[in-house]
């Protein structure tokens, strides 16, 4: 079942039914200011940090569903509606409600009284715009009153939500004219305020929640609202809210366009006041004077739209599949685009309270979004690599404020310091950049320990290098990728901690998938190395890389497919030898992509013992069989009730590894299959079993020995956007940069006639045919560049020139 449709020429999801099985949101905001809207106007805005500058409130895992948001209540007569359809849950005659790139638009008409609002965070400005039309569609006047409604979090959205003592005490507002200041704790340590308003004089107000509400009602039915009457309330403790009234009358066939604008300012220490209590209005008034007009928030939103249309033209793809050609061209960009700008922090999974940016998360999100913003990749390796350790572990978080290391969850992690290589070679590939290579970047935040960033690489390196088990393959630490896989844990003690408890340190478990990771970033670091003339340095590197490669032949394969790891008592993890948890999908995908067992013939072997024991038809499973028991020598991964989650979850982050790695071995038909398996535009169809949003990925779908087989949780914010993005951008649509130009070395189905693509790398734009005349899946038998047959897959890039045809004919 669906409940909405892609509209392609818009680059929007329109959703056609407010009773989505679970809100399905957007994000508005690309720098500093951002908001998430749900379908039904759901949601909340913060600035920078969504924990500690949080300026909306929103009630999580809440019932009804989706509480709080931006509101905008619509009272004609007897009736009272909202243009989202929530909270007040009044039937709509029509409905629809438009995610676009980072802007939303809902669409709703009731009793021919027609509503648009269209909400977006314009560029280079700490706000949300709210702008809402109203038309009169019937053949008489109309007496409308019309309430808006927000709830301010007091800034820190922890302290707001616990410390209530406190806070039920030190609410304050300001109101002049139709703007109402949220001032809370401005009198003390804070400097800003937030200031919601609107475009017209209004002929009332509340800042009061209480007043607004009503004792013992909820947003869906507000006295105010139902009395139609705002009642001047001034916020004193307990709860601010913003809410403006606006009585108006329509002609029939009239129209009336209201701009409402929720924002962020700051004033230095010495402006905060402009008289004695009373703050400085001046940035307020200067934002608000930007979007006072419909031709200003105009222009502000098309200039949006244009950002968006530059940043994605970077990558286009026109294939004779839809559903690729869109999540290509469109969302899975998107999606690596708000992972680059929320990393792990705020979804309706991510309370925006927890986790910071993750060292290992981080570094891969840049991998889907490096051709993107370089610029800002560039600053975000800069950033990462600051908190790493001096002896080149990392922190495992560090938090986006301060931009420094987590100390409550602290370091162990041991894959954490190879995806550092992964994102910067990632980096250099894509800009030709090898300067980045000798910045200067302090260890653990301190600048009296800054080494070149190479050097930071080398440690990254050595680290791995150094810290191997009894049988030559890598310590686990913590954990590796898998976070649940906790080997020296053994914990007893409920509500401890997976990730940070280490009772038995065993100094022994080991994890094949990172003895993969050093073979694939082991030879990317030699590479450095080479091109910036340390040939010696290469040469150590790759022979560790070669050795490495030799243990996991010789102690990472169980004969039918790769070892997962072994567990502190050097027992194996993933083996037939197993009851539970035989076999698992992070070594199969990342050994085979990193080319390990490719030419002993194992890496098919491996592949087809994941198709055989991990496949569904929801994708391929993380691991069989599921574990039954909570086992204290695993840790978190059998906490999970089988089917959820790492205990056998589908967990999509690592499918597109699996995929890869079937265009390691050429077989694109597999490797399609399983591409879209997990690709949200495939399973629009079933959105009443997959759940969540048919526009971008979620982390995990519950898996075959789930009672909820096929459900999808934790939309958006997941690695996975990044890696189907390099899946399907760089191995099955094949157009990989590589240092020294771009190669086009597709590995796509047998029945794909072929494609076009637009790929503009490193300023140059090229435009790529593939003709695909014998039903091959992989391999380039022709390349054809600007008329000249070229020898290879790679266009060479050469200087000065802005454009290149080529043509690739398979075979
Ligand atoms: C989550 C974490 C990620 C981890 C994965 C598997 O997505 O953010 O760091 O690798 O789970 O446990
Ligand atoms: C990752 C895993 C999750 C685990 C969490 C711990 O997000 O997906 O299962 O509980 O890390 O931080």
């Not at 609002?117 to 706000?127: D, E, Q």
């Not at 809402?132 to 922890?158: G, H, P, R």
């Not at 000065?800 to 004919?809: D, F, L, R």
Request: aromatic share 12%; proline share 4%; charged share 25%.
């Amino acid at each position: 079942m669906k409940f909405g449709y892609f509209d392609d020429a818009r680059q929007e999801y329109v959703i056609t039914s407010p009773t989505t099985p679970l809100p399905w949101i957007n994000y508005l905001g690309c720098e500093n200011f951002f908001s998430l809207i749900s379908n039904t106007c759901g949601g909340y805005s913060f600035y920078k940090d969504a924990k500690l500058l949080r300026l909306t409130r929103y009630r999580y895992n809440n019932v009804p569903a989706d509480t709080n948001g931006r509101y905008y209540y619509i009272k004609d007569g007897d009736t009272v509606w909202n243009p989202g359809w929530q909270p007040v849950q009044t039937e709509l005659d029509s409905y629809s409600c438009r995610h676009g790139l980072g802007y939303s638009v809902f669409e709703s008409t009731k009793n021919e009284l027609a509503a648009e609002l269209t909400a977006f965070v314009p560029l280079n400005n700490n706000c949300e715009i709210n702008r809402l039309t109203l038309t009169n569609k019937s053949s008489q006047a109309k007496d409308i009153s019309l309430f808006s409604y927000i709830e301010f979090c007091l800034w820190n959205a922890v302290d707001d939500m616990t410390n209530f003592q406190r806070n039920f005490s030190i609410g304050e507002v300001e109101i002049e004219g139709s703007a109402i200041y949220h001032k809370t704790e401005y009198r003390e340590r804070r400097n800003h305020y937030a200031v919601y308003s609107v475009n017209t004089a209004i002929d009332g107000y509340d800042t009061d929640r209480d007043s607004f509400l009503g004792a013992y009602r909820g947003v869906n039915r507000p006295i105010v609202v139902e009395q139609g009457q705002s009642t001047n309330s001034k916020a004193s403790g307990w709860a601010p809210i913003g809410s403006h009234n606006i009585n108006v009358t329509l002609q029939p066939g009239e129209e009336k366009t209201y701009i409402f604008v929720l924002g962020y300012l700051e004033n230095e220490e010495e402006n905060k006041w402009e008289a004695p209590g009373v703050i400085n209005k001046a940035p307020a008034k200067e934002m608000l004077a930007k979007f006072n007009t419909n031709e200003q928030v105009e222009a502000a939103l098309n200039e949006l739209k244009e950002h968006w249309q530059n940043l994605l033209s970077k990558y286009t793809v026109e294939t004779n599949d839809d559903k690729l050609t869109r999540m290509i061209n469109t969302w899975n960009q998107y999606q690596c685009m708000v992972t680059f700008n929320m990393s792990r922090s705020a979804s309706y999974y991510e309370s925006g309270t927890g986790r910071g940016m993750g060292f290992r998360d981080s570094c891969q999100d840049l991998l889907g979004f490096v051709h993107l913003i370089p610029d800002r990749a560039r600053e975000r390796i800069i950033d990462i690599a600051s908190t790493q350790f001096e002896d080149g572990s990392a922190y495992h978080q560090y938090q986006p404020l301060t931009k420094k290391g987590n100390m409550d969850i602290g370091s162990g992690f041991n894959d954490d310091p190879l995806w550092l290589i992964a994102c910067v070679s990632a980096y250099i590939k894509e800009t030709g950049d090898f300067g980045i290579l000798e910045e200067s970047v302090p260890f653990d935040n301190d600048e009296t320990k800054a080494q070149t960033l190479m050097e930071h690489l080398r440690r990254s390196f050595e680290f791995t290098n150094t810290n191997l088990g009894p049988h030559g393959l890598p310590l686990i630490g913590r954990a590796d990728w898998n976070d649940c896989l906790n080997l020296n844990c053994f914990s007893k003690t409920p509500g401890e901690s997976f990730q940070t408890c280490s009772n038995f340190e065993s100094g022994k478990a080991e994890s094949v998938f990172i003895a993969g990771m050093f073979v694939k970033y082991g030879k990317e670091y030699a590479e450095l190395c080479k091109r910036t003339g340390n040939q010696a340095e290469a040469d150590r590197a790759l022979a560790a890389v070669d050795r490495m490669y030799a243990t996991v032949l010789e102690s990472g394969w169980d004969g039918e497919w790769f070892l997962r790891a072994y567990d502190a008592f050097s027992e194996k993890i993933g083996s037939k030898e197993c009851e539970d948890g035989q076999i698992f999908i992070e070594p199969q995908g990342f050994c085979v992509l990193a080319g390990i067992g490719v030419e002993e013939g194992l890496a098919e072997k491996a592949l087809n013992s994941v198709k055989e024991k991990l496949d569904t038809k929801y994708g391929v499973m993380l691991l069989q069989p599921a574990y039954k028991d909570y086992h204290v020598n695993l840790g978190e991964v059998s906490s999970y009730p089988p089917g959820y989650k790492e205990n056998a979850g589908i967990f999509c982050h690592n499918n597109p590894w699996v995929s890869i790695a079937e265009t390691v071995i050429g077989r694109g038909d597999r490797a399609f299959e399983i591409y879209k398996k997990t690709c949200p535009a495939y399973v629009e169809e079933i959105s009443e079993i997959h759940r969540t949003e048919p526009y971008v990925y979620s982390q995990m779908v519950a898996g075959a020995d789930a009672p909820r087989h096929g459900e999808a949780k934790n939309s958006w914010l997941t690695g996975t956007a990044a890696w189907t993005f390099v899946n399907v951008s760089q191995y099955i649509i094949g157009i990989r940069p590589e240092f020294d130009g771009l190669v086009v070395d597709p590995c796509i189905p047998s029945d794909m006639p072929g494609f076009k693509a637009t790929r503009i790398f490193r300023g140059v734009t090229y435009n790529i045919t593939v003709e695909n005349p014998n039903g091959a899946q992989k391999g380039v038998a022709k390349l054809i560049v600007d008329g000249q047959e070229m020898n290879g897959n790679m266009i060479p890039f050469v200087d000065g020139k802005k454009e290149y045809s080529a043509t690739i004919i398979l075979g």
